[in-house]
């Protein structure tokens, strides 16, 4: 089955900085890849996502970048706030009939003022 | 229109008993998952219901089981809980099964605690 490795476990950065979370997944039928924000005691809340014929996308201070041939996605953050510290969640799956998500096992980003 | 959400909230059971948790998805979402989250091994699907179907299911013994209501509300039971299944337990529906909007919207969770 999927596999989602994720790294690294914890990021620290300064206000400002920009803030990197990487991800491979192991099976080349993923086709969805959603990143999901979870505040300390909230729920996880999807912040972007991309599907897998599409190689980047972008909201205001984020992006996600995805390379199919290495398997690999990536989460970018720029201008980071002290309101972006939480655990950071990526997540793949094969959909088309069934939604399961695979979970990396998460980021803390710690933006420091 | 309003969020995901689930009953209760809050949850303290005994080793042994059996534990029926709800989860209301957004109004017109067919698909309803359901995923554990703990500290060690983050979150893992449990789930997934489609038009009162299971889907598909993830590595979780028989003491875990689901089911999903007409109007898509679903619930999921733990029987003969042990002190491992203290967890987060959240739900997520999406708008569409197959083909179309695939994003998932996660409720707050059921905080369960077994003693």
């Known amino acids: 089955g999927e596999n989602v490795e994720q790294h690294p476990s914890t990021l620290s950065v300064q206000e400002g900085d920009s803030a990197v979370i990487k991800c491979t997944y192991s099976?080349?039928?993923?086709?969805?890849f959603p990143w999901y924000k979870q505040e300390l005691g909230k729920r996880p809340q999807l912040i972007i996502d991309i599907r897998s014929n599409v190689g980047e996308k972008k909201d205001q201070r984020i992006a996600v970048t995805l390379n199919k041939t290495a398997k690999h996605f990536s989460l970018h953050i720029t201008e980071t706030q002290p309101e972006d510290s939480a655990v950071y969640f990526c997540a793949a799956s094969s959909q088309g009939g069934s939604e399961k998500l695979v979970f990396g096992k998460g980021t803390k980003l710690t933006v420091n003022p | 229109k309003a969020g995901v959400t689930q009953t209760p909230r809050y949850l303290i059971k005994t080793r042994g008993q059996q534990v029926t948790l709800s989860c209301s998805p957004i109004?017109?979402?067919?698909?309803v998952s359901w995923y554990q989250q703990t500290p060690g091994q983050g979150l893992q699907f449990l789930f997934e219901y489609f038009s009162e179907t299971q889907r598909n299911k993830g590595n979780f013994p028989g003491r875990f089981s689901g089911r999903q209501f007409s109007n898509s509300r679903s619930e999921m039971n733990v029987s003969t809980l042990e002190l491992g299944d203290s967890a987060l337990y959240l739900c997520?529906?999406?708008?569409?099964?197959?083909?179309?909007?695939?994003?998932?919207?996660f409720g707050p969770g059921t905080r369960l605690t077994v003693t």
């Open positions: 997520a529906s999406s708008y569409l099964g197959s083909g179309g909007s695939y994003e998932q919207y």
């Open positions: 099976d080349s039928a993923s086709n969805y």
């Open positions: 109004s017109g979402h067919r698909s």
